[in-house]
């Protein structure tokens, strides 16, 4: 039989039920981590931020040319956001703000060029204000002050050529000067003609370097054409961090991934099993029915060995055992079995139960059921029904019966059309006990007597008493505790039971508590009937579970046709 894999909602289900159940990790990670974060954040130096903001303006070239309105040069705000992050910037500074390394100066600089602009935004951090403002504001003017002294710089150079060359004309032309005059006493018309023509030349040369030197920016101009800070830092009131909201906030977002993380870790390192489809996954086998907790009804008390079909027969437990009962029916007519071993992987996860309030639903549905309790290392199948244990199973194999028909050692219980075969005294050797070939005749016997023979048997995994039994009966039921049982001690036990030949019919989820369980989304049905149940005044329920049942009939009878 395939058991059907879930689909994408059941998975989404799924993780929202280990979220669920996970939730106190979660939660315990996140509170850490804020703690921490803060601890961190509170302990961290103040550090104030202040920006100053300045217009940088394209320089002039130092000369003019013929062109009239000449444009200047774009401005390269990278080239410049360099500039104020030099050193010889951070020299001006030092020696304003008295400190001795003008790097030290650097590292809390910052300088952005706003985009589409000609901006520059000076950013100091320190952990003065004051001194945060001061800086800015420094590094502002001294850029400027470093860029006029650049600029002065070219147009001092240009100066002093335009000078020279206009001093060297100006000889030239006192010396053509007193040629020309020598030419013309000696009345050398040609000569003087000729040197005419080259102080005509020398004077037009002369003239456009006084207007090329006239042309010259002047330092006030340089100045003016140098940039403006059209925005000064100011003090700032707070400090710019730690942000004691945004490390916060950031550490909750990180303490959620980590505990969630975490959560999912554990979860994949749990080998419980994670509810009714989990089971199902594993095993390969159909989950019969989910007993939930047994919770007495108002003023009754709980006892150990209680027939709970019988003591509450409209309780919670009783409609899961009549669900069982519905999905053995089912399948016991489809696979023509007779008899049932109901066991567990270990100790405690309540097979005896299981079987005594199974066999006496069978019993209330007018089946003829037989219970054989086959622990014979810690029999308590008798108590359940208050018969006697004197004789049993184990006298019966060992031959002490007077009477050689196992019929005769059936006791009558208070369930009509149920009966009981005792386990007898315990024996000393129970797993070679139940290796006689007495066994499979008891069996056979009970099998032609009985609707149904349900046999409790002890866990597999501690001793080797359910193989054997296993191996003369129809079917198995494995018991799983919701809350204890471990997927791999199951999967041992589903193993060990088909290696003798005897295939899992289903699993019965015992101690279902859908009040608490993180996987409660698959037990709708009990988590409104508790819910009815705990309301006072209500003597009857709304539900007799006929459709309950029916439904679980066809969720069994899927299973099987997949």
Same mark, same amino acid.
């Given at each position: 039989?395939?058991?059907?894999?879930?689909?994408?909602?059941?998975?989404?289900?799924?993780?929202?039920?280990?979220?669920?159940?996970?939730?106190?990790?979660?939660?315990?990670?996140?509170?850490?981590?804020?703690?921490?974060?803060?601890?961190?954040?509170?302990?961290?130096?103040?550090?104030?931020?202040?920006?100053?903001?300045?217009?940088?303006?394209?320089?002039?070239?130092?000369?003019?040319?013929?062109?009239?309105?000449?444009?200047?040069?774009?401005?390269?705000?990278?080239?410049?956001?360099?500039?104020?992050?030099?050193?010889?910037?951070?020299?001006?500074?030092?020696?304003?703000?008295?400190?001795?390394?003008?790097?030290?100066?650097?590292?809390?600089?910052?300088?952005?060029?706003?985009?589409?602009?000609?901006?520059?935004?000076?950013?100091?951090?320190?952990?003065?204000?004051?001194?945060?403002?001061?800086?800015?504001?420094?590094?502002?003017?001294?850029?400027?002050?470093?860029?006029?002294?650049?600029?002065?710089?070219?147009?001092?150079?240009?100066?002093?050529?335009?000078?020279?060359?206009?001093?060297?004309?100006?000889?030239?032309?006192?010396?053509?000067?007193?040629?020309?005059?020598?030419?013309?006493?000696?009345?050398?018309?040609?000569?003087?003609?000729?040197?005419?023509?080259?102080?005509?030349?020398?004077?037009?040369?002369?003239?456009?370097?006084?207007?090329?030197?006239?042309?010259?920016?002047?330092?006030?101009?340089?100045?003016?054409?140098?940039?403006?800070?059209?925005?000064?830092?100011?003090?700032?009131?707070?400090?710019?961090?730690?942000?004691?909201?945004?490390?916060?906030?950031?550490?909750?977002?990180?303490?959620?991934?980590?505990?969630?993380?975490?959560?999912?870790?554990?979860?994949?390192?749990?080998?419980?099993?994670?509810?009714?489809?989990?089971?199902?996954?594993?095993?390969?086998?159909?989950?019969?029915?989910?007993?939930?907790?047994?919770?007495?009804?108002?003023?009754?008390?709980?006892?150990?060995?209680?027939?709970?079909?019988?003591?509450?027969?409209?309780?919670?437990?009783?409609?899961?055992?009549?669900?069982?009962?519905?999905?053995?029916?089912?399948?016991?007519?489809?696979?023509?079995?007779?008899?049932?071993?109901?066991?567990?992987?270990? /100790?405690?996860?309540?097979?005896? &139960?299981? !079987?005594?309030?199974?066999?006496? @639903? *069978?019993?209330?549905? %007018?089946?003829? $059921? +037989?219970?054989?309790?086959?622990?014979?290392?810690?029999?308590?199948?008798?108590?359940?029904?208050?018969?006697?244990?004197?004789?049993?199973?184990?006298?019966?194999?060992?031959?002490?019966?007077?009477?050689?028909?196992?019929?005769?050692?059936?006791?009558?219980?208070?369930?009509?059309?149920?009966?009981?075969?005792?386990?007898?005294?315990?024996?000393?050797?129970?797993?070679?006990?139940?290796?006689?070939?007495?066994?499979?005749?008891?069996?056979?016997?009970?099998?032609?007597?009985?609707?149904?023979?349900?046999?409790?048997?002890?866990?597999?995994?501690?001793?080797?008493?359910?193989?054997?039994?296993?191996?003369?009966?129809?079917?198995?039921?494995?018991?799983?505790? /919701?809350?204890?049982?471990?997927? &791999?001690? !199951?999967?041992?036990?589903?193993? @060990? *039971?088909?290696?003798? %030949?005897?295939? $899992? +019919?289903?699993?019965?989820?015992?101690?279902?508590?859908?009040?608490?369980?993180?996987?409660?989304?698959?037990?709708?049905?009990?988590?409104?009937?508790?819910?009815?149940?705990?309301?006072?005044?209500?003597?009857?329920?709304?539900?007799?579970?006929?459709?309950?049942?029916?439904?679980?009939?066809?969720?069994?009878?899927?299973?099987?046709?997949?």
């Amino acid at each position: 039989m395939d058991i059907p894999r879930a689909d994408e909602s059941a998975d989404l289900r799924h993780y929202l039920g280990i979220l669920k159940s996970r939730k106190w990790t979660i939660l315990v990670v996140t509170a850490v981590v804020i703690a921490a974060a803060l601890l961190l954040s509170f302990r961290q130096t103040p550090l104030y931020r202040a920006e100053a903001r300045v217009l940088v303006n394209p320089l002039p070239s130092a000369t003019v040319t013929t062109v009239p309105n000449q444009l200047a040069a774009p401005v390269n705000l990278q080239t410049e956001k360099e500039v104020v992050a030099s050193v010889p910037v951070a020299q001006l500074v030092a020696e304003e703000l008295d400190v001795a390394d003008p790097t030290e100066l650097l590292d809390d600089l910052e300088v952005e060029a706003l985009a589409d602009t000609e901006v520059l935004v000076v950013t100091y951090t320190s952990p003065d204000a004051r001194i945060a403002a001061r800086a800015a504001n420094s590094f502002a003017e001294n850029y400027i002050r470093f860029r006029v002294r650049q600029a002065l710089e070219s147009v001092i150079t240009t100066r002093s050529s335009v000078e020279d060359r206009i001093d060297a004309t100006r000889d030239n032309l006192e010396g053509l000067a007193e040629r020309i005059e020598r030419a013309r006493k000696a009345e050398d018309d040609a000569l003087v003609s000729t040197l005419e023509t080259e102080r005509t030349a020398l004077v037009a040369r002369l003239g456009v370097l006084q207007e090329r030197l006239e042309g010259v920016q002047t330092e006030d101009s340089v100045r003016l054409a140098a940039g403006d800070v059209i925005e000064p830092a100011t003090r700032p009131a707070a400090p710019s961090s730690p942000d004691h909201v945004v490390n916060g906030l950031l550490a909750a977002i990180a303490g959620v991934v980590l505990g969630t993380g975490l959560a999912f870790f554990r979860e994949r390192l749990d080998d419980k099993f994670r509810g009714r489809a989990d089971i199902e996954r594993a095993l390969e086998a159909p989950v019969l029915a989910a007993v939930p907790k047994f919770r007495p009804s108002k003023g009754a008390s709980a006892k150990p060995f209680e027939l709970m079909v019988a003591a509450e027969p409209k309780g919670t437990a009783s409609e899961a055992y009549r669900t069982l009962r519905t999905s053995v029916q089912f399948i016991a007519s489809q696979q023509g079995i007779r008899s049932l071993l109901i066991t567990s992987p270990s /100790a405690g996860e309540g097979k005896t &139960s299981t !079987t005594s309030n199974l066999g006496a @639903a *069978l019993a209330q549905a %007018g089946k003829r $059921v +037989i219970l054989l309790s086959a622990d014979m290392r810690r029999p308590t199948l008798e108590r359940f029904f208050g018969v006697r244990n004197r004789h049993g199973l184990s006298t019966w194999l060992l031959g002490e019966d007077v009477d050689d028909d196992p019929m005769s050692l059936l006791q009558d219980s208070d369930v009509p059309n149920l009966r009981i075969l005792a386990c007898g005294p315990v024996p000393s050797n129970p797993a070679e006990l139940l290796a006689s070939p007495r066994l499979a005749r008891l069996l056979n016997e009970l099998e032609l007597n009985a609707d149904m023979v349900l046999v409790d048997s002890p866990p597999v995994l501690p001793v080797a008493d359910a193989a054997i039994l296993a191996s003369h009966v129809g079917g198995s039921i494995l018991v799983v505790d /919701a809350a204890a049982s471990h997927r &791999s001690a !199951t999967l041992h036990a589903k193993e @060990a *039971l088909e290696r003798v %030949g005897t295939g $899992v +019919i289903g699993t019965v989820l015992n101690a279902f508590d859908p009040g608490t369980s993180p996987y409660d989304y698959y037990y709708p049905y009990y988590r409104r009937y508790h819910s009815y149940e705990s309301a006072p005044g209500n003597g009857e329920r709304r539900d007799d579970g006929a459709g309950e049942e029916r439904r679980e009939r066809s969720r069994i009878a899927g299973l099987f046709r997949r």
